[in-house]
T-cell receptor
Framework: AQTVTQSQPEMSVQEAETVTLSCTYD???????LFWYKQPPSRQMILVIR????KQQNATENRFSVNFQKAAKSFSLKISDSQLGDAAMYFC???????????WGAGTKLIIKP | DVKVTQSSRYLVKRTGEKVFLECVQD?????MFWYRQDPGLGLRLIYF???????EKGDIPEGYSVSREKKERFSLILESASTNQTSMYLC?????????????FGPGTRLTVL
């Protein structure tokens, strides 16, 4: 069965610095999709960034980028120039091409120090 | 502004009560999901529906049932609430298409069972 592991329950970073959140997954599939979602305190879960497994180029969305290492089954999220509004729980998720369901990691709580 | 809404943000019920959690989306999404979110466990899928009157069990369906009589509405039912069902419940919806389709989430319902 597919699993998603986020090994860092909590991370902290100084405002304006860069932080990387780790995510590893286990699958025997070759076609799949990976996602990072953000859940701010008392607010709705929103999509941060997503990546197709068949694309070698790493996805980027403004200050957010991923380091996708397919052979290592690793999908880390890098946040550059951290802002106070980035404080949230971050969840990594995996989905097979033929499936509607997402498999979720346990989440990483990101704290931004002013 | 497209959205997913949930009937209550906070709910307090007593053991043995029947509890209804409702979710409505206005995006004409085919798929709808109910998750349970607990600290350190990430999101666990309870049930999902890919069409009206269709439902599939997720990872933790025991003690729950669902109803989808209309495309826009997906209800989660706790037939006889128990204290171990105290949790945050998240509803999400998505299009049928595979690929990078994303989940859109509601604000969540924090249920306390006394």
């Amino acid at each position: 069965a597919q699993t998603v592991t986020q090994s860092q329950p909590e991370m902290s970073v100084q405002e304006a610095e860069t932080v990387t959140l780790s995510c590893t997954y286990d699958t025997s599939e070759s076609d799949y999709y990976l996602f990072w979602y953000k859940q701010p305190p008392s607010r709705q879960m929103i999509l941060v960034i997503r990546q197709e497994a068949y694309k070698q180029q790493n996805a980027t969305e403004n200050r957010f980028s991923v380091n996708f290492q397919k052979a290592a089954k690793s999908f880390s999220l890098k946040i550059s120039d951290s802002q106070l509004g980035d404080a949230a729980m971050y969840f990594c998720a995996y989905r097979e091409d033929s499936n509607y369901q997402l498999i979720w990691g346990a989440g990483t709580k990101l704290i931004i120090k002013p | 502004d497209v959205k997913v809404t949930q009937s209550s943000r906070y709910l307090v019920k007593r053991t043995g009560e029947k509890v209804f959690l409702e979710c409505v989306q206005d995006m004409d999404h085919e798929n709808m999901f109910w998750y349970r979110q607990d600290p350190g466990l990430g999101l666990r899928l309870i049930y999902f529906s890919y069409d009206v009157k269709m439902k599939e069990k997720g990872d933790i369906p025991e003690g729950y049932s669902v109803s989808r009589e209309k495309k826009e509405r997906f209800s989660l039912i706790l037939e006889s609430a128990s204290t171990n069902q105290t949790s945050m419940y998240l509803c999400a919806s998505s299009f049928h298409t595979s690929g990078l389709t994303r989940h859109l989430f509601g604000p969540g319902t924090r249920l306390t069972v006394l």
